[in-house]
């Protein structure tokens, strides 16, 4: 019996004849590349560089393929409410929100779901965006998340690409199976979030009861200057409740704004939700060593070694009066940072920091931060200026640049951010593939292994078999396969049950592949 490295090995093998008389990648200028999925950073670790423009032509095109509904997490739902401090974090961070025990700051929240149209079922096996905007006295604080802790990608290069995978089929315009498991199959750090997705924690009951995470890694900064990183969780008080994949499925045929309606029902009748914000720590120093890389979004830091932190308490207590004045032109991002947060070398993190300004100012216009929902309460003093939609007086008869004489703008000098030591002065685009940081399987085989109960094992290996059994076409088998290895490399029970699923002899498609090689 071949090992399964040797089957996966027979596999890339056999689809080298595919390779030959192919066109040329090329940007839309004609200029041929070849890094199309590793961004240009300072070391392989480090920030990535404003002059890799592959990444910005790739992004900045796929904030524009659609109007005027938002690229990805086009329906939604949401709500104000406020947080309140219930910990002391002060040692960790001086942003001011978290400044004493007791503490409130008014919030926005959008759910959503994140492949599917804005006519699309509350109900779709996706992953659930959480996005909250913090109306802070040092400026809004955008957390921009999802329900899952882990993404499918961490280089933002990939990003288009892997959401027209979710899209519809640009040949039959129709959602395809055959599309998604052969991104992730060639994928293979998607591998975590895969099977996330694939339990039911891919299709929760409600908004009211699902966890919402930051996902990525960012930084605290404290009075000192002392830095740390943080992930952000935040624990539904309502307690997880999913649906199974039958229930929401009738559920798509029943009431399509299911998530949406129960929201908006349980605030008006006072039910408020509510979230438990915990967050983990790490230092730089436990950075350096961890033996994976804390920034990569595909991966958890485990809570035996990075422990939860209570925080505070987040409630939605107030339905928006009109949904598109509040909700569809909510415009999160998360470079709107506040003093005492900060960034963190994540890939996708850094990726997102231009992407979605750049979605906003596209969608909703230059001006999209004087929108009511979007518009921080307090006091905003700069030199922007002109621009569709200019509706806070345009500065009046101010000036309009920096340094001038008549002005009394200045600059505090106590937001001074701390520098940042990077690791390496060698920029290139690191394969973050590579040996060292290829491990995609430990922490998804931990989670059917370890964490998942043997109803909850089923269930997935129940979803996965019916979510791969609509693969289709020529390369069917192949992709199967592929998956397969992945599956059997996370574990061997779950890939020997997904493929006695799928109805796959193993030792029949073994020698087959061996022909192939």
Same mark, same amino acid.
């Given at each position: 019996?071949?090992?399964?490295?040797?089957?996966?090995?027979?596999?890339?093998?056999?689809?080298?004849?595919?390779?030959?008389?192919?066109?040329?990648?090329?940007?839309?200028?004609?200029?041929?590349?070849?890094?199309?999925?590793?961004?240009?950073?300072?070391?392989?670790?480090?920030?990535?560089?404003?002059?890799? *423009?592959?990444?910005?032509?790739?992004?900045?095109?796929?904030?524009?393929?659609?109007?005027?509904?938002?690229?990805?997490?086009?329906?939604?739902?949401?709500?104000?409410?406020?947080?309140?401090?219930?910990?002391?974090?002060?040692?960790?961070?001086?942003?001011?929100?978290?400044?004493?025990?007791?503490?409130?700051?008014?919030?926005?929240?959008?759910?959503?779901?994140?492949?599917?149209?804005?006519?699309?079922?509350?109900?779709?096996?996706?992953?659930?965006?959480?996005?909250?905007?913090? *109306?802070?006295?040092?400026?809004?604080?955008?957390?921009?998340?999802?329900?899952?802790?882990?993404?499918?990608?961490?280089?933002?290069?990939?990003?288009?690409?892997?959401?027209?995978?979710?899209?519809?089929?640009?040949?039959?315009?129709?959602?395809?199976?055959?599309?998604?498991?052969?991104?992730?199959?060639?994928?293979?750090?998607?591998?975590?979030?895969?099977?996330?997705?694939?339990?039911?924690?891919?299709?929760?009951?409600? *908004?009211?009861?699902?966890?919402?995470?930051?996902?990525?890694?960012?930084?605290?900064?404290?009075?000192?200057?002392?830095?740390?990183?943080?992930?952000?969780?935040?624990?539904?008080?309502?307690?997880?409740?999913?649906?199974?994949?039958?229930?929401?499925?009738?559920?798509?045929?029943?009431?399509?704004?299911?998530?949406?309606?129960?929201?908006?029902?349980?605030?008006?009748?006072?039910?408020?939700?509510?979230?438990?914000?915990?967050?983990?720590?790490?230092?730089?120093?436990?950075?350096?060593?961890?033996?994976?890389?804390?920034?990569?979004?595909?991966?958890?830091?485990?809570?035996?070694?990075?422990?939860?932190?209570?925080?505070?308490?987040?409630?939605?207590?107030?339905?928006?009066?009109?949904?598109?004045?509040?909700?569809?032109?909510?415009?999160?991002?998360?470079?709107?940072?506040?003093?005492?947060?900060?960034?963190?070398?994540?890939?996708?993190?850094?990726?997102?920091?231009?992407?979605?300004?750049?979605?906003?100012?596209?969608?909703?216009?230059?001006?999209?931060?004087?929108?009511?929902?979007?518009?921080?309460?307090?006091?905003?003093?700069? *030199?922007?200026?002109?621009?569709?939609?200019?509706?806070?007086?345009?500065?009046?008869?101010?000036?309009?640049?920096?340094?001038?004489?008549?002005?009394?703008?200045?600059?505090?000098?106590?937001?001074?951010?701390?520098?940042?030591?990077?690791?390496?002065?060698?920029?290139?685009?690191?394969?973050?593939?590579?040996?060292?940081?290829?491990?995609?399987?430990?922490?998804?085989?931990?989670?059917?292994?370890?964490?998942?109960?043997?109803?909850?094992?089923?269930?997935?290996?129940?979803?996965?078999?019916?979510?791969?059994?609509?693969?289709?076409?020529?390369?069917?088998?192949?992709?199967?396969?592929?998956?397969?290895?992945?599956?059997?490399?996370?574990?061997?029970?779950?890939?020997?049950?997904?493929?006695?699923?799928?109805?796959?002899?193993?030792?029949?498609?073994?020698?087959?592949?061996?022909?192939?090689?």
């Amino acid at each position: 019996m071949m090992q399964i490295d040797e089957i996966c090995k027979s596999i890339q093998q056999s689809n080298s004849p595919f390779m030959e008389n192919k066109k040329k990648l090329t940007t839309a200028s004609g200029r041929p590349y070849a890094e199309n999925e590793n961004t240009m950073t300072v070391g392989p670790r480090g920030p990535i560089l404003l002059q890799d *423009y592959i990444l910005h032509e790739k992004m900045a095109h796929f904030n524009r393929e659609r109007i005027p509904e938002r690229v990805v997490h086009a329906k939604g739902s949401g709500a104000y409410g406020t947080f309140t401090v219930t910990h002391d974090i002060s040692k960790y961070t001086r942003a001011k929100m978290f400044s004493n025990i007791g503490k409130q700051t008014k919030m926005f929240l959008r759910f959503s779901t994140v492949g599917g149209e804005k006519g699309s079922a509350d109900t779709e096996r996706d992953p659930r965006g959480f996005a909250m905007k913090f *109306y802070t006295e040092d400026g809004n604080w955008d957390l921009v998340g999802n329900n899952t802790p882990v993404f499918f990608i961490k280089d933002p290069k990939k990003f288009g690409d892997f959401i027209h995978t979710q899209k519809r089929d640009p040949h039959t315009n129709c959602k395809s199976p055959t599309m998604m498991w052969d991104f992730w199959s060639l994928n293979p750090e998607s591998l975590h979030q895969v099977m996330i997705l694939m339990s039911d924690r891919g299709t929760p009951f409600s *908004y009211r009861h699902m966890h919402g995470f930051g996902s990525h890694t960012f930084s605290l900064v404290n009075a000192k200057n002392e830095v740390v990183y943080v992930k952000f969780h935040f624990k539904t008080a309502q307690g997880i409740k999913n649906f199974d994949n039958a229930s929401a499925t009738e559920m798509k045929g029943n009431d399509a704004d299911w998530a949406q309606r129960d929201l908006v029902e349980a605030i008006q009748k006072g039910d408020f939700p509510k979230w438990n914000l915990r967050i983990q720590v790490m230092t730089p120093e436990q950075a350096k060593t961890f033996r994976w890389n804390p920034f990569d979004l595909t991966k958890v830091w485990p809570h035996g070694e990075f422990p939860l932190i209570d925080v505070g308490t987040l409630e939605l207590n107030e339905n928006p009066d009109n949904y598109f004045a509040h909700v569809e032109q909510a415009a999160f991002a998360p470079a709107h940072i506040v003093d005492g947060i900060g960034y963190s070398p994540d890939k996708m993190l850094q990726g997102r920091l231009l992407s979605y300004p750049d979605a906003h100012r596209y969608r909703l216009g230059g001006n999209y931060e004087q929108i009511p929902v979007n518009k921080c309460p307090y006091l905003v003093a700069n *030199y922007q200026r002109d621009g569709l939609m200019a509706v806070n007086g345009n500065g009046g008869s101010a000036p309009n640049y920096f340094p001038n004489s008549f002005d009394d703008i200045v600059v505090d000098e106590s937001y001074k951010e701390p520098a940042e030591q990077l690791e390496s002065s060698i920029a290139d685009w690191y394969d973050r593939n590579a040996p060292g940081e290829n491990d995609h399987y430990t922490q998804p085989g931990a989670l059917f292994n370890k964490v998942m109960t043997e109803a909850e094992k089923q269930a997935t290996v129940s979803n996965i078999v019916g979510a791969m059994s609509g693969i289709s076409g020529p390369k069917r088998d192949l992709i199967i396969n592929r998956q397969l290895c992945h599956f059997f490399r996370a574990s061997i029970d779950l890939g020997t049950r997904v493929a006695q699923g799928l109805g796959v002899d193993i030792n029949a498609a073994q020698e087959h592949m061996a022909t192939m090689a």
